[in-house]
């Protein structure tokens, strides 16, 4: 497999503050650990691009992108909520971090890679469509999904979300889509305390207790994730790849190991495989244990590769 590894400096510069759990120390992790490991150099590594304004505006009204711009502060951090702050380089972060999953896209439809992995920052799965909160300013993985359905006509976009907190800003972006069906498992109940029970056709929730362990994890994504994939028959898949559901994140109370991530990460793959020509692209969201997150991200671009797991 030719997997694709997309970043960019930039997502470094995107900082709200000494004590904040998603500190640019993530990226760090992620790359020292692939580095360390080997994984890193069998990777075809690029440079992402700032997501245009058509681009964005697909699933952000213009009105609420240009009032984030003008909440970006000269100096210093700002808040927007309790836990999203922004500092005079966040949104070119966020522009950046969505136009990776662009060009993950990109590359998959034109035969350039198989399947890409965008290490790339602030995440994007909680940005719903007027309203940015829970670290996130953009929707990555949504300005992806419909950048697939514009450009090269998808059909059927499939976005898997296996972070910890369930990804109600892609619920909001995509309920009752026609094209995009979105499965997410989640710690329930927990943050972000909205849009935690589906009432759509198209959206696919897995809830699961505090304490989950990584057996269980894989029978309810089994149970429920691939009836619904297999009915779907995906041009893409899309991935939001949250790796806070391991059990040393301080952030929640699942309890996956990285191997749970590279089982997944496979899953997807064989669904991308039998439907879309192999075209997947990830992308980052949560993790914030740092040796925890170098681990999970490791297994799951190892998978990508068609490597084993290796404990």
Same mark, same amino acid.
Request: hydrophobic residues 45%; negative net charge; glycine residues 6%.
């Given at each position: 497999?030719?997997?694709?590894?997309?970043?960019?400096?930039?997502?470094?510069?995107?900082?709200?503050?000494?004590? %904040?759990?998603?500190?640019? *120390?993530?990226?760090?992790?992620?790359?020292?650990? *692939?580095?360390?490991?080997?994984?890193?150099?069998?990777?075809?590594?690029?440079?992402?691009?700032?997501?245009?304004?058509?681009?964005?505006?697909?699933? %952000?009204?213009?009105?609420?992108?240009?009032?984030?711009?003008?909440?970006?502060?000269?100096?210093?951090?700002?808040?927007?909520?309790?836990?999203?702050?922004? &500092?005079? /380089?966040?949104?070119?972060?966020?522009?950046?971090?969505?136009?990776?999953?662009?060009?993950?896209?990109?590359?998959?439809?034109?035969?350039?890679?198989?399947?890409?992995?965008?290490?790339?920052?602030?995440?994007?799965?909680?940005?719903?469509?007027?309203?940015?909160?829970?670290?996130?300013?953009? &929707? &990555?993985?949504?300005?992806?999904?419909?950048?697939?359905?514009a450009r090269y006509g998808a059909e059927r976009v499939a976005i898997l979300d296996f972070d910890v907190h369930q990804c109600n800003g892609t619920v909001d972006i995509f309920k009752n889509h026609p &094209?995009? *069906?979105?499965?997410?498992?989640?710690?329930?109940p927990f943050y972000p305390w909205r849009y935690l029970r589906s009432q759509w056709h198209n959206i696919i929730d897995t809830p699961l207790p505090s304490g989950t362990d990584g057996p269980a994890f894989?029978?309810?994504?089994?149970?429920?994730?691939?009836?619904?994939?297999?009915?779907?028959?995906?041009?893409?898949?899309?991935?939001?790849?949250?790796?806070?559901?391991?059990?040393?994140?301080?952030?929640?109370? *699942?309890?996956?190991?990285?191997?749970?991530?590279?089982?997944?990460?496979?899953?997807?793959?064989?669904?991308?495989?039998?439907? /879309?020509?192999?075209?997947?692209?990830?992308?980052?969201?949560?993790?914030?244990?740092?040796?925890?997150?170098?681990?999970?991200?490791?297994?799951?671009?190892?998978?990508?590769?068609?490597?084993?797991?290796?404990?």
């Amino acid at each position: 497999m030719i997997t694709s590894y997309i970043t960019h400096p930039l997502c470094h510069d995107h900082f709200m503050g000494p004590d %904040h759990p998603e500190s640019p *120390l993530r990226l760090d992790a992620i790359r020292a650990r *692939l580095a360390l490991s080997g994984v890193l150099q069998q990777t075809m590594q690029s440079e992402a691009k700032p997501a245009t304004a058509e681009q964005l505006a697909r699933v %952000h009204p213009q009105r609420h992108l240009s009032s984030l711009d003008r909440c970006v502060p000269e100096e210093g951090i700002i808040l927007l909520d309790g836990d999203t702050l922004m &500092n005079p /380089a966040s949104m070119d972060a966020a522009r950046v971090a969505a136009g990776a999953v662009v060009r993950g896209v990109d590359q998959v439809y034109r035969g350039q890679a198989d399947n890409v992995f965008c290490a790339v920052r602030p995440p994007g799965h909680h940005a719903e469509a007027t309203d940015a909160m829970g670290f996130c300013f953009i &929707n &990555n993985i949504a300005v992806g999904a419909a950048h697939a359905i514009a450009r090269y006509g998808a059909e059927r976009v499939a976005i898997l979300d296996f972070d910890v907190h369930q990804c109600n800003g892609t619920v909001d972006i995509f309920k009752n889509h026609p &094209n995009v *069906l979105v499965c997410s498992s989640f710690q329930y109940p927990f943050y972000p305390w909205r849009y935690l029970r589906s009432q759509w056709h198209n959206i696919i929730d897995t809830p699961l207790p505090s304490g989950t362990d990584g057996p269980a994890f894989r029978r309810a994504v089994e149970d429920d994730w691939l009836p619904a994939l297999h009915a779907f028959k995906p041009d893409i898949v899309l991935v939001s790849a949250g790796f806070d559901a391991h059990r040393s994140d301080p952030m929640a109370d *699942l309890c996956l190991e990285a191997a749970d991530y590279h089982w997944v990460t496979h899953l997807a793959m064989e669904i991308a495989a039998l439907y /879309a020509d192999n075209r997947l692209v990830s992308v980052l969201e949560g993790g914030y244990d740092m040796e925890a997150l170098g681990l999970c991200a490791e297994a799951h671009v190892s998978a990508l590769l068609g490597l084993p797991f290796k404990q």
